[in-house]
């Protein structure tokens, strides 16, 4: 019986990992924010200037300072108090690009699924469906998460991962990738120090992705 109680539980309850970057306090490019949002694509875009919507189509690629997004299509709202939710879904064999650089010098934050969701209120990013999400020193990638669901706040710069059958992984798991951080050697001692543990929390401030999305 509590071994069909405890499956049955798992069943219900997302598998939910909130992760702290271990490259320290870091945060996301700051200046991005009070930067124009420059909106370009192949096919065609139609603005809708009374319900403050634009919607792209055809390789539409979206920047914001340090930030780029790479889609098929985007779907921008303005909200009534001045700030933009993009919905971005991919192509077969293509899916939703996003970068953003670190206020570390060459660092920063990549990654890709099937859809994106982008709040410049909120600052986060949620990555749906096969979502990978690394965050990158120069070409090198130091840390690497992947899911069916990632959601990245790049405030706090703290991620919130969930299984589920869209995650890229062998039965639905979500999966971490965390890289020593580099300790310059001690000059006094001549060996370098313990890579310091990635602090793990739970987080309960995930949502399921919106119908339609």
Do not use: W
Not at 2 to 30: H, S, T
Not at 83 to 108: C, I, K, S, T, W
Not at 149 to 162: D, G, H, Q
Not at 163 to 180: E, K, T, Y
């Amino acid at each position: 019986m509590a071994c069909n109680f405890r499956a049955a539980m798992l069943q219900r309850l997302p598998l939910l990992i909130a992760l702290a970057l271990a490259a320290g306090p870091a945060l996301a490019e700051k200046g991005d924010r009070a930067k124009p949002m420059v909106f370009t694509a192949d096919k065609q875009g139609r603005l809708d200037a009374v319900n403050q919507r634009t919607e792209l189509i055809g390789n539409v690629i979206i920047t914001q300072g340090s930030l780029t997004l790479r889609a098929e299509q985007v779907d921008v709202r303005a909200t009534p108090d001045g700030y933009y939710q993009a919905f971005a879904h991919g192509a077969a064999g293509r899916p939703v690009n996003f970068r953003q650089a670190r206020d570390l010098p060459g660092e920063a934050i990549e990654g890709v699924a099937d859809q994106l969701e982008y709040d410049t209120k909120t600052e986060t990013v949620r990555f749906i469906g096969n979502a990978t999400v690394r965050r990158t020193r120069g070409t090198t990638v130091a840390d690497e998460v992947t899911g069916a669901v990632i959601v990245y706040n790049s405030r706090t710069e703290v991620f919130a991962l969930e299984g589920g059958q869209a995650s890229p992984n062998p039965s639905g798991r979500v999966r971490m990738v965390l890289m020593p951080r580099q300790v310059p050697e001690s000059p006094a001692s001549g060996a370098a120090s313990a890579p310091s543990a990635l602090p793990l929390q739970p987080s309960t401030t995930i949502t399921p992705p919106r119908k339609g999305s």
